[in-house]
Every structure is written in C-alpha cells, then in structure tokens.
C-alpha cells in the first residue's frame, strides 16, 4: 500500500529493532500504597507499626514522582524488632523441617494470588525481581528446609540474621540472603535499601499470610546503611550479612569493627565484568547480547567488551548497525550526564573512538549508547567506569592475554564468554577469577547456582547448597568465635607499633646451657629474620628463657608472601591425590621427629609428657585426615532448570595468612596448615608469643617433606606486628586470626580495601579459648568447615539452547 509504514521482515532483521513494549499497569500496587496512605511503617511482629514522632524518607519512581514515604528507625525500634526476632526465632526453630518447608511452599501460592501487585510495585520502585523468578526461589530453599536436618545433620542455625542491602540493590540480591536464611531455621531482619524496601515490607506481609511466626521475619527500614550497623550491635543478633555496593559495604565492615557479630559482603553493584568475543564464536548472538547487557535502562554491573583481533572489525560492524537508530538512555540527573561527558572525552583524549546511536543532545540527563572503541586496559573509564551507557571496547590477540584482560580488574563477580570451541570455552573459565561464568550467555540467574564473589567482588557465598552453610554453625561449637561486646576506643594507625618487650639475658655464660636459637621458615628455608633480632621464649611460669626465636616484621612478611604467590598457582593445579600423597609424606615425617615434638610441647606449655606424646599422634592422625580430603569433595553439575549445563567448582582462595592460636600448639596449627595446602592454598603462619617452640620445631619436619618451597611460611615475632603487616599487604587473599579482641577490631576496620575474607577469634590470654574449638576433636562439621572456609566457589552455566 502506497505510504505504509508498516515493516517487512526483511527490514526488522536488518535493523533488529525490538517490538514497542506493551504499556505497564500499576493500578494494583497504586492500590496497596494508597492503603497504607503512601507512608510505610516498619514490619516488626507480623504487623506494620508506625511509631510516633519518627524521621521518614522519600521515594520517587523513575519520573521523579513521590510514590511513597518510609519510616526511619531508631534505637527503641531496633530493640522491639530484636526482642520480636528472638521470640520469632523459638517458634521457627521449634517447627519439624516438613512444617517450615511448607511455610515456604505455601507462600508459592500466596504470590500466585498477588504476584502482580509484587510485579508492579518491583517495576515502580525499580527493584527487578519478577514473582517466576521468587516461585523459583522458593521452590528451591523449601526442599532444603526440607532437607536440612537429612543432609547436614551436624549444622544449627546461628540465630537472628540481619540481612542489610544498599539503596541500589535488587530485590533478587536481598532475597538470595532472606530465604535460604529462613530455610535453615533463622529468624530474620530485613535492613532495604530505599528502592527494596516497599517490595520487602510487602513480602514480610505476605509470608505472614503463608502462616510464618509471629517476629520470625521483621523489616527495619531508615535513611542509609547506618541503620544495619546500629542492628548489629543488638546482643541479640548473631550473625550480619550485605549486598549492595562497595562504598556502603566498607562503610558497614567499618561501622560494625569490634562489635563481635561476624559480618560478610557481597558488593556486587556496580562490578566490572569482562565479556569476551573469540574469533570462534556466532558474532551475531555475541553482539546481541552485549547491547542488551550493556545498555539496559537499570544495569547492576559494567561491562567491558574484549574482542580478538581476527575478527574486531566484523564486531565493529555490527555494532554499528545493532546501534543504528536507538534512543538515549535516561540518567538519574545531571550529575551523571557531567561524569559520562567527562568519561567519554578522557578516552577520546587517550585515542578511543567512537559509536554512538546518535548525536547526544546538548542538554538533559541522558545519553546515547556508545561504544569507546580501542581503550587501554589503564583507562579510566575501564578501571573505574562511569555510570551510564558506555561500553569499553579492548582488543586482545591470543586466549593468554583474554585472561589477563578478564583478570585485569580489581573485582571478580562474573564473566560472559562467547565461542564455539568447548576446550577453550572451559580453560578460559577455570583462569578467570570470577564467581561466575556464563558461556555463550550472560546474566544467567538461579538460587541454584552459587554466587561467589572474588577479589573485590565479595567474602561470601551466595545460593546452591554452598551459600546455606553461612547461615549454619557446627552444632558442636560451643560458643559463638566473638563475643558481643562494644567497640574498643583504638588508634588503628598506632595498632601493632608498641615497644618491644626487652629480651631476658640468660645469666649463664656456658654455652652448652644457653638457650637454644630457633631459625624461621621463608621460602623454603630455615633463616633469621631481616631485622636480625631475637625475642626470648619463656617458660610456662616464666621464670626463664627456653629459647630465642627471630623477630619477624613487615619485610620478612613481605618476602614470605612473594614465595607463596609464586608457588601457589603452580600447587593449585597439582592433582588432588598429589596434593594427598605429599600430606601423607608429611604425617610420616612428623612421626619420625614425633619424639623431639613431644619433648618442645612438654617444655613449652607444661604437659605431662603423654599428654604432650598423644598430642603429636592426634596431628599425624589430622594430617592423614586431610590427605583423605583432597580428592573426595570436588563440587559437581547443577540441576538448573533450563536447556544447558552448570558446574560448581571450588576454588583455593590464594595465600592465607594465620596468626595461631594458643591452646594445643602443634595439632592446631598442623589442622590449619594441612586445611589450607590440602585446598590448593598457601599459608604464612605466625606462630603465638606465648607457645611458638612445637611450630619452630615442626620446620624440621617441612625441611624434609616435598612440599614446594614457599608454600609454607613460618615467622615468629611480634603477633600484632605481624598482623598489621599481613592485613596491609593485598596479595593475601584471608586472613585466620586467634588472638585479642583490638587484634579482631582491627582487622575488621582495616581488611576492607582489597576486601579479605576474614575468620577471627577471641581468645583470652589464659587456656586461650579459640572460640569454642576443641582441637582435639575430629568433628566431621568442623573439618567441613574448615574446608569451606579454605575455598571460593565459581559456577560455570554452559548454554545448549
């Protein structure tokens, strides 16, 4: 027909122009803010409660219009949700698997009644979670609360867990910590962000209706993420976990230093995540993919467009016509237009060109999709991307410098790769360090399938049967590894610089009675410190000196972590029953020194000399139970519910650092070192000031064994010295700590920036404590724990569809 505009197929393919969406309603959700007169209380006993006199906060949809105040909490509330939250807990607790497992299921129904009001409260406040996706979640956790009790039989839940997110955060993210918490007994407290928080206060309604106890969920809403750290210094409240963005993870890590609850960050927002094109894959599909990625209005994580060199230009092209015609993106205001101008002639500056779907007006917040073509892996806005519709383009010549590409940024959440070639596809997987990795897709999302994030990406794990164990504790621990109590008034720059304790000068001339002078281990070998100083080992009663022993500092940490990061990559990829017949090795060398073992720990802690002697056989026992351990725990397929294939694999987490503890010198320390090599890692351990003399003497046994050299390192001296040295040094990857509670505090504040996975323990200075861990049990949860510990998950969806 003459001036139609109606378009053929052949001009919708050649364009690629997606249909105009259909027009969203939100006269439910309209509705259900209108009956809460667009002022939202707290959720606290299965009830909303508007206290009287309180501060509020607005939130407005994406045209800026108010759709609705919430509360801001305060201390008196704090306390009520606390109280309730304990109360809640007992009659979770109380209930049999099958009945919570069917609070979770019943819920499936309530959202098939008022999914839409979900739905359409989610679109306006701008928290993407749709209700398939929260069926699916709840499908999920129910048959693990379920299971709980079958399959992980010597676990108990923590207690009261605040869940705390960023205003930025989505409700898919929130819930991924709500439900399996819930799943595992927990009683929760919600802390939203602003955008989650309407969306949640509506599921905690909700999940009362599907017959949840009274308290056993709870939301506290307020004005930042300061309200989650002042929820945490509740006595109540055992355990914190957060995701959202870096900056407020940082600021809570800071805010919750010294209060004893352990804390765990997820920081997914705003992540830089690599997305690679090799010349073996379906261009097409590829940059489909990437423009929808990259330039959706709401996006959780930048991406960077990596292509080999064969084919960039075939990219190029095809980005320039997918581009071709599309409108700008709305930012949030223009202050964000100021930054993408800055960002975008930065990296003109530096020899970038450009793609662009059009000309950006001279004015307003938005922008057009541009692609900044030939940047380097330095550029600014590839190491610290601006907000909005940009997208870095890097090119890459061999699959050797598309992983050092891939690696190249400080965060490791995720990664999409596109080609053909399965071998490579996998290889390319295993060297990247993300959590996830989704080939020939991306953004592929199921409670299945475990979110672990790395570097800079997070210190937990999230969905799969791997992300409910941060909700467990071993049901033998028989107090919680840190005490509640209030933060410690420290100068953190003065933490670890004190005086060091004069050394005690024997008053014996003879030397055949002298002390003896220990060496420590650094890189495979026996030396004195870089100081070249030594510090006097007393006696049980400490009326005098057993022996000397180096005083290590921040350079001979230094030296010990170059020897490990060298090592230990080669170490990870050992087979595992190499990894188990070299453990195996070292359990006979420890029982050919067992003697002289004995002899230092009956010297130094005062046992008896069977007590000393059962001592050394329960560590050759440990040793050969984690030998045992190597190949027997590997991760597995994943059942996700669509056409491909998942993979979770664990991973060691890189060079640990360990301050040991006090109590049973040598089976402790030689449970934690076998732990950590046993997983792929490499340890720098620092031996206690009060016992150091079975660990100087187990060098003997490393002298010997086959280990590779640097993979354990050994330096004695000054414990909070060394501490502030291995907090301070950014290869280490985690840091195990028994010691004082500033020792803990300070690791806390400081471990933030890279981000450490942090283990602590609060010992006391007499028959220290180690947090309620008998090591002479060989508790089947605690060595599972330990091994969880020791590991980071990444998870590998291979698409078929």
Same mark, same amino acid.
């Given at each position: 027909?003459?001036?139609?505009?109606?378009?053929?197929?052949?001009?919708?393919?050649?364009?690629?122009?997606?249909?105009?969406?259909?027009?969203?309603?939100d006269?439910?959700?309209?509705?259900?803010?209108?009956?809460?007169?667009?002022?939202? +209380?707290?959720?606290?006993?299965? !009830?909303?409660?508007?206290?009287?006199d309180?501060?509020?906060?607005?939130?407005?949809?994406?045209?800026?219009? $108010?759709?609705?105040?919430?509360?801001?909490?305060?201390?008196?509330?704090?306390?009520?949700?606390?109280?309730?939250?304990?109360n809640?807990?007992?009659?979770?607790?109380?209930?049999?698997?099958?009945?919570?497992?069917?609070?979770?299921?019943?819920?499936?129904?309530?959202?098939?009644?008022?999914?839409?009001?979900?739905?359409?409260?989610?679109?306006?406040?701008?928290?993407?979670?749709?209700?398939?996706?929260?069926?699916? &979640?709840?499908?999920?956790?129910?048959?693990?609360?379920?299971?709980?009790?079958?399959?992980?039989?010597?676990?108990?839940?923590? +207690? =009261?867990?605040?869940?705390?997110?960023?205003?930025?955060c989505?409700?898919?993210?929130?819930?991924?910590?709500?439900?399996?918490?819930?799943?595992?007994?927990?009683?929760?407290?919600?802390?939203?962000?602003?955008?989650?928080?309407?969306?949640?206060?509506?599921?905690?309604?909700?999940?009362?209706?599907?017959?949840?106890?009274?308290?056993?969920?709870? #939301?506290?809403?307020?004005?930042?993420?300061?309200?989650?750290?002042?929820?945490?210094?509740?006595?109540?409240?055992?355990?914190?976990?957060?995701?959202?963005? !870096? *900056?407020?993870?940082?600021?809570?890590?800071?805010?919750?230093?010294? &209060?004893?609850?352990?804390?765990?960050?997820?920081?997914?927002?705003g992540?830089?995540?690599?997305?690679?094109?090799?010349?073996?894959?379906?261009?097409?599909?590829?940059?489909?993919?990437?423009?929808?990625?990259?330039?959706?209005?709401?996006?959780?994580?930048?991406?960077?467009?990596?292509?080999?060199?064969?084919?960039?230009?075939?990219?190029?092209?095809?980005? !320039?016509?997918?581009?071709?015609?599309?409108?700008?993106?709305?930012?949030?205001?223009?202050?964000?237009?100021?930054? =993408?101008?800055?960002? %975008?002639?930065?990296?003109?500056?530096?020899?970038?060109?450009?793609? *662009?779907?059009?000309?950006?007006?001279?004015?307003?917040?938005?922008?057009?999709?541009?692609?900044?073509?030939? #940047?380097?892996?330095?550029?600014?806005?590839?190491?610290?991307?601006?907000?909005?519709?940009?997208?870095?383009? &890097?090119?890459?010549?061999?699959?050797?410098?598309?992983?050092?590409?891939?690696?190249?940024?400080?965060?490791?959440?995720?990664?999409?790769?596109?080609?053909?070639?399965l071998?490579?596809?996998?290889?390319?997987?295993?060297?990247?360090?993300?959590?996830? $990795?989704?080939?020939?897709?991306?953004? =592929?999302?199921?409670?299945?399938?475990?979110?672990?994030?790395?570097?800079?990406?997070?210190?937990?794990?999230?969905?799969?049967?791997?992300?409910?164990?941060?909700?467990?504790?071993?049901?033998?621990?028989?107090?919680?590894?840190?005490?509640?109590?209030?933060?410690i008034?420290?100068?953190?720059?003065?933490?670890?610089?004190?005086?060091?304790?004069?050394?005690?000068?024997?008053g014996?001339?003879?030397t055949?009675?002298?002390?003896?002078?220990?060496?420590?281990? $650094?890189?495979?070998?026996?030396?004195?410190?870089?100081?070249?100083?030594?510090?006097?080992?007393?006696?049980?009663?400490?009326?005098?000196?057993?022996?000397?022993?180096?005083?290590?500092?921040?350079?001979?940490?230094?030296?010990?972590?170059?020897?490990?990061?060298?090592?230990?990559?080669?170490? &990870?990829?050992?087979?595992?029953?190499?990894?188990?017949?070299?453990?195996?090795?070292?359990?006979?060398?420890?029982?050919?020194?067992?003697?002289?073992?004995?002899?230092?720990?009956?010297?130094?802690?005062g046992?008896?000399?069977?007590?000393?002697d059962?001592?050394?056989?329960?560590?050759?026992?440990?040793?050969?139970?984690?030998?045992a351990?190597?190949?027997?725990?590997?991760?597995?397929?994943?059942?996700?519910?669509?056409?491909?294939?998942?993979?979770?694999?664990?991973?060691?987490?890189? %060079?640990?650092?360990v #301050?040991?503890?006090?109590?049973?010198p040598?089976?402790?320390?030689?449970?934690?070192?076998?732990?950590?090599?046993?997983?792929?890692?490499?340890?720098?351990?620092?031996?206690?000031?009060?016992?150091?003399l079975?660990?100087?003497?187990?060098?003997?046994?490393?002298?010997?064994?086959?280990?590779?050299?640097?993979?354990?390192?050994?330096?004695t001296?000054?414990?909070?010295?060394?501490? %502030?040295?291995?907090?301070?040094?950014?290869?280490?990857?985690?840091?195990?700590?028994?010691?004082?509670?500033e020792?803990?505090?300070?690791?806390?504040?400081?471990?933030?920036?890279?981000?450490?996975?942090?283990?602590?323990?609060?010992?006391?200075?007499?028959?220290?404590?180690?947090?309620g861990?008998?090591?002479?049990?060989?508790?089947?949860?605690?060595?599972?724990?330990?091994?969880?510990?020791?590991?980071?998950?990444?998870?590998?969806?291979?698409?078929?569809?």
């Open positions: 027909m003459a001036g139609s505009t109606t378009k053929t197929v052949y001009d919708l393919f050649q364009s690629m122009e997606c249909a105009p969406a259909a027009p969203s309603g006269a439910t959700a309209q509705a259900w803010l209108d009956h809460h007169s667009r002022s939202l +209380g707290l959720f606290v006993d299965s !009830k909303f409660v508007r206290p009287a309180r501060q509020s906060c607005s939130l407005a949809d994406s045209k800026g219009r $108010v759709l609705c105040s919430t509360t801001c909490a305060e201390e008196a509330d704090i306390s009520q949700c606390a109280s309730s939250a304990v809640g807990l007992e009659a979770w607790r109380s209930l049999s698997c099958y009945q919570r497992s069917k609070v979770l299921l019943r819920l499936v129904g309530v959202l098939g009644q008022h999914g839409q009001c979900v739905s359409e409260l989610c679109e306006l406040c701008e928290a993407s979670c749709s209700p398939a996706t929260l069926v699916r &979640m709840l499908q999920y956790y129910s048959s693990w609360a379920e299971l709980r009790d079958t399959l992980m039989s010597n676990w108990t839940p923590l +207690g =009261v867990v605040a869940v705390v997110s960023s205003d930025d989505s409700l898919y993210s929130l819930m991924l910590k709500v439900l399996p918490a819930l799943a595992m007994g927990n009683s929760v407290i919600i802390v939203p962000g602003r955008c989650t928080a309407p969306p949640a206060l509506l599921l905690a309604q909700l999940f009362t209706a599907a017959g949840l106890p009274a308290g056993a969920l709870n #939301v506290l809403t307020g004005s930042d993420v300061t309200l989650g750290a002042k929820v945490a210094q509740n006595p109540n409240i055992s355990y914190v976990t957060y995701s959202g963005n !870096k *900056q407020d993870g940082v600021m809570l890590s800071k805010a919750t230093a010294g &209060m004893g609850v352990p804390l765990s960050v997820s920081p997914y927002i992540a830089t995540c690599p997305f690679i094109i090799f010349e073996t894959a379906d261009l097409d599909s590829a940059v489909d993919e990437v423009i929808e990625a990259a330039f959706k209005k709401r996006r959780e994580v930048c991406w960077v467009l990596c292509v080999q060199e064969n084919v960039v230009d075939r990219v190029v092209n095809r980005l !320039k016509l997918r581009l071709a015609g599309r409108k700008c993106v709305a930012l949030s205001s223009d202050a964000e237009r100021d930054l =993408v101008d800055a960002a %975008v002639q930065e990296a003109e500056h530096q020899g970038a060109t450009l793609i *662009q779907s059009c000309a950006p007006p001279p004015s307003a917040a938005q922008y057009p999709p541009t692609v900044l073509c030939g #940047v380097a892996p330095a550029s600014p806005c590839v190491a610290t991307p601006s907000p909005g519709p940009l997208l870095p383009l &890097m090119i890459f010549r061999s699959n050797t410098e598309a992983v050092t590409l891939g690696n190249h940024s400080p965060h490791g959440l995720a990664a999409s790769i596109w080609t053909e070639d071998t490579l596809a996998l290889e390319t997987a295993k060297s990247l360090a993300v959590g996830s $990795v989704w080939v020939n897709s991306h953004s =592929v999302l199921d409670p299945c399938l475990p979110v672990s994030g790395h570097k800079d990406s997070g210190t937990s794990t999230d969905g799969g049967q791997e992300g409910l164990f941060q909700f467990l504790c071993p049901s033998s621990s028989s107090s919680p590894p840190l005490p509640h109590s209030s933060p008034p420290m100068d953190y720059s003065k933490f670890g610089t004190g005086a060091r304790p004069t050394a005690v000068i024997p014996d001339s003879n055949a009675s002298a002390p003896q002078s220990y060496l420590q281990f $650094v890189g495979g070998k026996a030396c004195k410190s870089v100081s070249g100083s030594s510090v006097a080992v007393q006696s049980p009663g400490g009326g005098s000196v057993l022996a000397y022993c180096p005083d290590g500092g921040r350079k001979d940490v230094r030296n010990a972590v170059e020897a490990a990061a060298k090592v230990q990559p080669g170490w &990870m990829k050992k087979a595992p029953s190499a990894r188990a017949q070299s453990l195996h090795a070292l359990a006979k060398g420890l029982e050919a020194k067992r003697r002289d073992l004995s002899t230092s720990i009956h010297v130094q802690t046992l008896s000399v069977d007590e000393a059962r001592e050394v056989e329960l560590s050759v026992g440990r040793l050969s139970v984690w030998a351990y190597c190949d027997k725990i590997q991760g597995g397929s994943l059942p996700v519910p669509k056409p491909g294939t998942a993979l979770s694999i664990p991973e060691p987490l890189g %060079v640990l650092g #301050v040991l503890p006090e109590k049973n040598l089976l402790s320390m030689v449970t934690i070192l076998a732990a950590a090599i046993a997983t792929g890692n490499a340890i720098i351990m620092v031996p206690s000031e009060k016992n150091p079975p660990v100087l003497a187990f060098i003997q046994v490393l002298q010997s064994s086959d280990l590779p050299a640097g993979l354990v390192n050994v330096i001296g000054s414990r909070d010295q060394l501490t %502030v040295a291995l907090a301070n040094h950014s290869v280490i990857k985690a840091i195990w700590y028994w010691g004082s509670a020792g803990c505090q300070y690791l806390q504040h400081t471990c933030t920036s890279p981000l450490k996975t942090l283990r602590l323990f609060c010992q006391k200075d007499e028959e220290g404590s180690d947090g861990k008998d090591w002479t049990r060989s508790d089947p949860a605690l060595l599972e724990d330990m091994w969880r510990n020791a590991v980071e998950w990444k998870s590998v969806w291979i698409s078929t569809a």
